[in-house]
């Protein structure tokens, strides 16, 4: 959920936006309103992305960019290219924001202001967003802002394989001399994989791979 229709592959968006949630609202640009947790569980917010029908837009103000984007997630020179692409959008305030997303001024306002108070008591009673203490209220431009439309980001089906990485056939038998890891199998995370853990499956069934098939008898 925080990749741009604007660029292709993996892109940059996502380097930014990663740090940006909970640093600003996510904008439904029919409503011009907030329409889900913004720290919420990505598929949640892939699918109510999908749903809206047009890509949502993230915003945060410059502060909170600098401080918590670039230099850290991003790094300076790939925030320039962003911005050079016009993956992420600068707008000295939020009416000229509004004017270039054709959003509802008046109602964009209102959220914002409501986002901010949430900020402030750090508890947000409409979606529970998640707040941090280092967060600088959306108040102030310029604001910077991206669009957002979910990407394939893990395909969970593939070979089946047992805990020594031999790929079985569709019998259940280990296949003799072919073994796989990582996100050509499929079934070692279940039905949906958890965060984080799709490098730690490549990097654990690669090696088991390897020391089965150099005839490892460990496990
Ligand atoms: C946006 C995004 C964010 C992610 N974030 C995380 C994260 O934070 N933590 C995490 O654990 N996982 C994350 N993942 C998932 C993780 O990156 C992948 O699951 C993992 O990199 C898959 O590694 P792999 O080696 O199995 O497959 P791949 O990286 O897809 O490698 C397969 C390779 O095979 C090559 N290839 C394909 N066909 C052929 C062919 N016919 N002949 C020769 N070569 C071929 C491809 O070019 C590719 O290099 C993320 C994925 C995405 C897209």
Request: net charge positive; charged share 25%; aromatic share 10%.
């Amino acid at each position: 959920p925080w990749t741009s229709p604007d660029e292709n592959g993996f892109g940059l968006a996502p380097l930014a936006v990663e740090s940006m949630v909970g640093y600003g609202p996510m904008i439904n640009p029919t409503t011009s309103k907030r329409f889900i947790k913004e720290t919420g569980n990505r598929k949640v917010r892939a699918d109510a992305i999908v749903a809206l029908g047009k890509p949502a837009i993230i915003y945060t103000c410059e502060a909170n960019m600098m401080n918590k984007v670039v230099g850290k997630n991003m790094k300076p020179e790939q925030f320039e290219t962003a911005l050079k692409n016009g993956v992420i959008r600068k707008f000295d305030d939020l009416k000229s924001l509004a004017d270039f997303y054709k959003l509802d001024y008046a109602t964009l306002e209102k959220e914002n202001e409501k986002f901010n108070g949430y900020m402030k008591a750090m508890k947000d009673p409409e979606f529970d967003c998640m707040f941090f203490k280092d967060a600088v209220l959306n108040t102030k431009g310029p604001f910077y802002a991206i669009r957002l439309w979910p990407r394939v980001h893990h395909t969970m089906g593939g070979l089946e394989i047992n805990e020594k990485a031999q790929v079985l056939d569709v019998k259940g038998n280990p296949i003799a001399g072919l073994y796989a890891a990582g996100e050509a199998t499929g079934g070692v995370h279940g039905m949906v994989r958890l965060g984080t853990v799709a490098v730690a499956d490549c990097i654990i069934f690669g090696r088991i791979a390897a020391r089965t098939a150099n005839g490892w008898a460990g496990c």
